[in-house]
């Protein structure tokens, strides 16, 4: 099976959409959460992803802070709740009900994966492994996991380690985010062996999502134009 794993989106329908044009050949879709904040266009990002059967989804921190108000997350100089209360706006049942859901999800096809935020009993905290990213802190980090590879995204930050027991730890990096204007993401194919991991960028509009912000002026916006784009 080929699985196309993103994370991140943050309600940038111009990085999603460059994505989906590059995975036709996806049989499913893995979005490891946080797919609205931050970005202009939540509604819009969200349609598109509720339009694809392949996409199969867990909840992000940003997801969990529009549904239910509150400011979890590693970013204490934001304070969220204002900018998630304007990304609840913008949203209606349908949406709200889709951005719910699970933090974690297993699949078991001749590789054990397990796809997830950050953690399955946590998506929103700052990780150990940020600043260390070591085969040793990533097995002490989730050690109470299981599954032979882990893809987890939450940092924005592409990786691909090994730990010492042969598990992998994938992270796709950010679709929507502080990505320079090229979207990552991974393209994981369940029938090479132990499973194969390709990483790839899609190049989109990064200026569109910039002037959208400032069209559309949602709370912060300033300080997410210059950490995030």
């Known amino acids: 099976m080929k699985i196309a794993v993103l994370s991140d989106i943050h309600g940038n329908p111009w990085a999603l959409g460059s994505v989906l044009e590059e995975i036709d050949e996806a049989e499913k879709i893995m979005v490891l959460g946080d797919l609205v904040g931050i970005g202009p266009h939540p ?7 509720m339009r694809d059967r392949r996409v199969e989804k867990v909840v992000g921190n940003h997801d969990k802070n529009t549904l239910f108000g ?17 990304v609840r706006s913008k949203l209606n049942d349908r ?6 859901g699970s933090m974690v999800t297993r699949i078991q096809d001749g590789v054990d994966m397990v796809f997830m935020h950050r953690h399955p ?10 600043d260390s990213p070591s ?7 989730y050690s109470d996991v299981p599954g ?28 929507g985010a502080q990505n320079g204007g ?9 029938g090479q062996g132990p499973g194969s991991v390709k990483r790839r960028e899609a190049p989109y509009d990064v200026q569109s999502v910039v002037e959208e ?10 300080f997410i134009i210059s950490h995030f784009f």
């Open 70 to 86: 509150t400011e979890l997350g590693p970013l204490e100089i934001m304070p969220r709740k204002p900018h998630h209360e304007w």
């Open 213 to 222: 912000l400032e069209n559309e002026e949602p709370p912060y916006h300033r």
């Open 135 to 141: 085969p040793v802190v990533l097995d002490s980090f």
């Open 95 to 100: 949406h709200l009900d889709y951005l719910d």
């Open 43 to 49: 509604r819009e990002a969200l349609e598109m992803l």
């Open 148 to 175: 032979d590879v882990l893809f987890f995204g939450h940092t924005h930050v592409p990786m691909d380690i090994t730990g010492s027991t042969g598990r992998r730890y994938v992270n796709p990096g950010a679709v």
């Open 121 to 130: 009993a946590d998506c929103g905290s700052r990780v150990p492994y940020f």
């Open 182 to 190: 090229k979207a990552s993401y991974v393209l994981f194919d369940t």
